[in-house]
């Protein structure tokens, strides 16, 4: 049944820590902050048109925001002369725009060294602090810890504690192009962008890469995870950099960006959350934030500039997905995405992983009861989204060989075009959900939550959204009998899809129906208070949570299933 | 058939020599040296000896060849002039020397069938946008170039050939084609606008035709001008609603490539739609129209095509449905528009 999986102890493929692209950069921490922080303030100039009444209102506007910021929500994790620095902005502005006696040169290069300190700020604390100390200390810590409550669980016995029966690789099981990304890591720069439904990735991401033996990936992780001890722990052991949701100003962004650029180019393996943030709806993201992946396109089009054409300079997108049949924080996740009426604004990230507390308590649930989780990684792209061959080198549709660089070509030569490269991002993000459909792992939970809320959403044809969701649960049953041949219909056509390639389907998914659909109950949603699928007394099915329901169906949205119901 | 390289400048490619493509050829020629592919033998050898194409004088700095490796290997923008028809076996034909630096433009005013394969049109009776493709479409499926655009407007090219002033748009994603497509073809008699959102420019040359089709069958019926300015109201707002649906912007559709092909089509008795829907209401049988036109009138494939999207996405597009009767069902023109007169439009407009 384990066929596809793979359980095995990949070597390092380098072995030597000082090897490490992120051991470099550490080490020269310094020198790199004050290089992003440098190309940040040239390109605020830029987007500014480097004209000087912009750049004065693009600073008086961050001002006024931080200060609204300070004030309003401020974090645990905020430095201590936050006020103090702002304060010292402000006066300089204020001083600036009184003094009519400077002439216009004096006062532009007064405002690009207030400019100047900012970035310097912002790039100081987006880097990442990574300690190859830590690192190790947290890996082994993961594996043990995660390997023994594991063992607890499975091997009966006053022994078991001490077991090694189980690892963790039983329990998580990666599949896919796992030689190819390591084969890859050791010739060029690795950017793996991986799904994003719960807060337990990114440390799920640190363990695989560890795993498959590749050197620590850098990633941006939301500032609001440090506010936690453990967590800051961890996300800083794992070479996180911290990217604050709350700065929206064009200094901080710029900065943000070209930290992700400039360490692509450094040769770091970085890892993004495509999404931007977890997928509120349970659906794979269909729209990426192109922001950070920019970042990818830039830092080739700048590494071919710089002449580096082989594949030492060349960047390789992985896509990844993570399925699980459970996500800790879906109740809140799922209730975000129905009240959110399309406009971005501010939710509190206040959520069941607020403390280490119910942390500890779902990590134990997770690895005392059965639910597996699968990682699958993607065939490695180049950053148009064209598939590589073993040597790195990017092929087209019919097989042939091709050069990235010659994307980036106009009369004979390599150029800078913004526009051109913020269609490529568009492209990439495109590829990267395509890829995404294409390696995602169907599990039985996911099946029977996508048949049984289309089967109530056909029942009541004529309602939207809200109002099906608003339906009482009591009045909800779907005969088993029913459910049955839908379940078998829908099988059907979710193997056709795998037979071409469209999506991937787990190794219990080849049992027989009544299995599967069993599999399926028990585990779709399992540790939630309310279940959204079960069998009632007279073995039909029911409903206890609809948006639930809702979020885990949405898993298998995307694949023009929901077309057999009409 | 020897190419000078003396220029530094490289030369531009122009795939078919149709009478489109000779004029935009020409057009082109005026700037800088061009290679035009053509299948046929004659052709080539015509342009390379004679500097004519079908006996019309072409300009001297245009060279003939009928081999694609040697157009994609000389030129960097390629522009593809081919009927609807023959272009995806064109495009296919040139894909293996196409390379991520070209630019490639097209002027081809059709939708291109994608089925599964093995399938055929009449095997699905309802289908889907992903069911079809338009040019640009078919050249980014086809090959590895994503620098692509397209030409469309009002450009009628025994007009052009004349040198009567026109316009044209240019539709690309990418601003540097737009740029580059405006730097070759613009000159005093020649306007060039930009658009970003091709999808919309291609569907508003495509979408036109069928309108163009029910133009001349008003002129065929005898009707005057209140009729044919009824028609192309109305046929301006399902052309909105259709495109819309495909994926193409309102601005687009009420721009030169919209409104302004949509104008010139409907009124010139050159075009080959018009003349079915004319010749039709002057009660010939489609399949003797058919055999007597040297070249497909693009409008009937493109009624097929949006009548079975129309019927697979639930809209309803009144003028394109009768019109579908009309060609293939035998309803009779003058039924059509009884019909249509008494279809229940509510309002005048009512998609700005």
């Known amino acids: ?566 | 058939m020897s190419l000078k390289e003396n220029s530094t400048e490289k030369p531009i490619g122009v795939v078919g020599m149709g009478s489109f493509g000779t004029a935009i050829a020409n057009i082109l020629a005026t700037k800088n040296k061009v290679i035009a592919y053509a299948r046929r033998a004659e052709v080539v050898e015509e342009i390379n000896e004679k500097h004519s194409v079908d006996g019309v004088k072409i300009h001297l700095d245009i060279v003939g060849t009928q081999d694609p490796e040697l157009l994609c290997k000389s030129c960097e923008t390629i522009f593809f002039m081919v009927p609807s028809a023959a272009f995806q076996e064109v495009i296919r034909a040139f894909a293996p020397y196409l390379y991520p630096y070209h630019i490639v433009i097209h002027g081809t005013k059709g939708l291109c069938l994608n089925l599964p394969q093995g399938k055929s049109l009449g095997d699905l009776e309802k289908i889907s946008r992903k069911n079809i493709l338009t040019m640009s479409e078919v050249i980014l499926k086809e090959t590895v170039v994503i620098r692509v655009g397209c030409l469309a407007g009002p450009n009628l090219a025994r007009e052009l050939y004349l040198g009567q002033p026109a316009a044209t748009v240019v539709a690309s994603r990418f601003n540097e084609v737009i740029l580059e497509g405006q730097r070759l073809l613009r000159n005093d008699k020649f306007q060039v606008y930009g658009n970003s959102d091709i999808v919309g420019v291609e569907l508003s040359g495509v979408l036109k035709n069928i309108i163009a089709i029910a133009a001349g069958a008003l002129a065929g019926l005898g009707l005057g001008e209140n009729a044919k300015g009824l028609l192309i109201s109305r046929g301006m707002v399902e052309l909105v609603y259709l495109g819309n649906a495909l994926g193409g912007s309102l601005k687009s559709f009420i721009g030169l490539a919209g409104i302004g092909d949509l104008v010139t089509t409907c009124n010139s008795t050159l075009s080959r739609n018009y003349t079915v829907g004319y010749r039709l209401a002057r009660g010939e049988k489609l399949q003797d129209i058919l055999n007597t036109m040297e070249e497909v009138a693009e409008g009937i494939n493109t009624v097929r095509l949006m009548k079975a999207f129309v019927e697979g996405t639930g809209m309803r597009a009144p003028i394109t449905e009768n019109l579908y009767k009309v060609l293939f069902e035998d309803l009779k023109i003058e039924e059509a528009l009884q019909y249509l007169m008494k279809y229940p439009f509510s309002v005048d407009v009512d998609f700005l």
Not at chain 1, 512 to 541: Q, T
């Open chain 1, 1 to 566: 049944m384990a066929e596809t999986y793979i359980k095995h102890k990949y070597d390092p493929i380098l072995p030597q820590k000082d090897e490490w692209p992120v051991v470099k950069l550490s080490k020269s921490r310094k020198e790199f902050v004050k290089k992003v922080a440098e190309a940040s303030k040239k390109s605020v100039l830029q987007v500014t048109n480097n004209n000087i009444d912009l750049l004065k209102e693009e600073l008086e506007t961050t001002l006024y925001r931080e200060k609204l910021r300070i004030k309003q929500n401020p974090w645990a994790v905020d430095p201590d002369d936050e006020q103090e620095f702002w304060r010292s902005v402000r006066s300089k502005l204020v001083q600036l725009s009184a003094e009519g006696n400077k002439n216009k040169s004096q006062k532009k290069k007064a405002y690009v060294e207030i400019l100047d300190e900012i970035t310097m700020r912002y790039a100081e604390e987006i880097a990442s602090n990574f300690i190859h100390s830590h690192y190790k200390l947290t890996r082994r810590m993961v594996t043990y810890g995660f390997s023994r409550l594991l063992n607890a669980a499975r091997v009966k016995g006053i022994k078991s504690i001490f077991s090694n029966q189980y690892t963790l690789q039983d329990k998580i099981q990666i599949v896919g192009e796992t030689d190819q990304i390591r084969n890859l890591a050791s010739k060029g720069t690795i950017v793996m962008v991986p799904t994003h439904f719960s807060n337990l990735d990114s440390i799920l991401i640190g363990w695989i890469i560890s795993v498959l033996g590749l050197p620590p990936f850098i990633y941006g992780a939301g500032l609001n995870l440090f506010n936690i001890g453990i967590f800051a722990y961890f996300m800083n052991a794992l070479g996180a950099y911290k990217v604050d949701r709350r700065k929206k100003n064009l200094p901080y962004l710029e900065t943000l960006k070209t930290y992700s650029s400039e360490a692509i180019q450094f040769g770091v393996h970085s890892l993004f959350f495509p999404g931007g943030t977890r997928s509120r709806s349970g659906m794979i993201e269909k729209k990426l934030k192109l922001g950070l992946l920019s970042t990818a396109v830039e830092a080739q089009r700048a590494n071919f500039q710089k002449g580096v054409k082989d594949v030492a300079g060349k960047i390789f997108i992985v896509p990844v997905t993570i399925n699980y049949h459970f996500v800790l924080e879906a109740p809140s996740l799922i209730k975000e995405h129905l009240s959110m009426t399309g406009q971005e604004r501010y939710y509190k990230e206040s959520d069941e992983f607020s403390t280490s507390y119910k942390i500890s308590k779902f990590l134990v649930k997770f690895f005392t009861k059965g639910s597996d989780i699968s990682v699958s990684i993607g065939k490695a792209m180049d950053v148009l989204g064209n598939y590589v061959d073993q040597d790195g080198q990017s092929l087209d549709k019919h097989g042939r060989i091709i050069n990235t660089s010659d994307y980036f070509i106009s009369n004979g030569e390599i150029t800078i075009d913004a526009q051109r490269e913020e269609e490529y991002t568009h492209h990439l993000g495109k590829r990267i959900v395509e890829e995404f459909h294409k390696i995602n792992r169907v599990f039985s939970s996911h099946f029977v939550a996508f048949v049984a809320f289309q089967l109530i959403k056909k029942e009541n044809k004529k309602m939207d959204l809200y109002s099906l969701l608003r339906l009482p649960e009591e009045d909800i049953e779907i005969p088993y009998g029913e459910f049955k041949s839908t379940c078998e219909m829908i099988l059907q056509c979710i193997l056709e899809l795998e037979a071409e390639g469209k999506v991937q389907v787990a190794p219990h998914m080849r049992n027989d129906i009544n299995a599967i659909i069993n599999h399926g109950l028990e585990n779709v949603g399992m540790y939630h208070a309310k279940r959204p699928l079960v069998k009632n007394e007279s073995g039909n099915i029911v409903t206890q949570d609809l948006s639930l329901l809702y979020f885990y169906h949405n898993r298998l949205l995307g694949y023009e299933l929901e077309r057999k119901f009409n």
